[in-house]
């Protein structure tokens, strides 16, 4: 009985939080020196209101920001929003070169068979909790410094 009930729990927390949901959900693979990693994933809102991403938080770092990219004068630059909004019936994306949540002072090693924790917090005062895999960011490695102007 206490595994059903268990069961129910984690499903409803999960994926059926009242019209809330992610998908594709992964964290960007690091080296263990870094400080640094981001995650990424889409969230849909199958919900009559819009609702933002108000805060974001994680077992693995200090911090987690909410970042998206601005164009400033032709070159695309991070910058920390306070919020993230998520369209009523529609989603937004989170992926590289666009809006990601950056994980700030890593308090342990991020490994290549890890789910990442982190725990979303919208407007509307639900929570969400992602469980993202670690995954190698594709092409030739040449983001990473865009993230380097920060701390
Ligand atoms: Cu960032």
Redesign the pocket.
């Known amino acids: 009985m206490k595994k059903i009930v268990f069961a129910l729990f984690f499903v409803s927390n999960m994926t059926l939080a009242s019209g809330l949901s992610t998908m594709a959900e992964w964290v960007k693979a690091v080296p263990a020196s870094s400080k640094?990693s981001?995650a990424y994933f889409h969230i849909h809102n199958e919900t009559d209101k819009s609702v933002d991403l108000v805060k974001a938080s994680s077992s693995y770092s200090k911090v987690v920001?909410i970042?998206t990219?601005v164009n400033d004068k032709g070159v695309m630059k991070?910058r920390?929003v306070s919020k993230l909004p998520v369209p009523s019936k529609g989603m937004v994306m989170l992926e590289p070169k666009g809006n990601?949540?950056?994980l700030i002072g890593l308090k342990k090693k991020i490994g290549k068979e890890d789910k990442v924790d982190i725990t979303l917090e919208f407007s509307n005062g639900e929570k969400l909790k992602v469980m993202a895999p670690v995954k190698k960011l594709g092409g030739h490695g040449s983001h990473d410094h865009?993230?380097s102007h920060?701390h």
Do not use: P, R
């Open positions: 640094m981001a920001e970042h990219h991070m920390k990601h949540l950056m865009d993230h920060h």
